[in-house]
């Protein structure tokens, strides 16, 4: 629910920027907004918009939930006009219900199953020459698309286990209009994160961001009224309907 009245972030010394994070959980038919100053961030971002689609779980627990994190360095630029512009730039569709048997968990679970493969040596792909597959707890591969850079790592956890999910995650840069685009899974069953499962993932999910859209609205800080705070909550309204129906 959007609140009567929205407290724009105004920059502080002690903050690393203002945020934006909206989360509609699906499966329970809800909607979570946060208008927030950051103060959490170690080192200062890039004016970013971070988009995510996610499924989680199988069967009676299965959770479908989509959100975005927009992250920004100026006073008021978390506000509800930039909100609403965000929601009429952005497009988001999915269909990964249909890739629900990939998170059925096997019991018992044999991680000789996990691929264990990369074609990078970035820190973040965690894969070392000792893995023994045999004690994997849980599969796992990440792809990333970067201009015309592809990156696949393919691995296993073998102490905790996290919750099995897939999903696309899409990074967009408002400065140099760059995109990053991710699809992953985490899963517990025979050839669950081989690399077709990239492929099949990137063909449910749809994200992209109008820059063109966004940027050549008004950007000037005049107070938002009631009335486009109905605007806003209209527009949400028709952004879930077209977005998820």
Known sequence: MIPSEILTCQFKVNQTGCLIDIRW??????????????????????HTLRVKTLMSGFGVIQQIEHSFYYFCT????????VFKRILESLSLSSQLNELKDLLKPED???GRNCLIYANTTDKS???TSDIDSKICKQCSTTFTTETTIDTICATCFRDNVYGD????EVLFNMTNQARISSWFIRCRSQGCNGLNIGRQIHNKSHISFDFNK????NTSSKQTTSSSLITIIMII???IIETFY
């Open 214 to 217: 966004f940027l050549s609205h």
């Open 125 to 127: 792909c965690n894969i």
């Open 165 to 168: 999910h897939l999903g696309e």
């Open 25 to 46: 959980y699906l499966t329970t038919n809800m909607t979570g907004i946060n208008f927030l100053a950051d103060e959490t961030l170690s080192s200062p971002l890039e």
């Open 237 to 239: 309204i028709a952004f």
């Open 74 to 81: 100026t006073d008021r630029c978390n506000d509800a006009n």
């Open 108 to 110: 018992p679970f044999d």
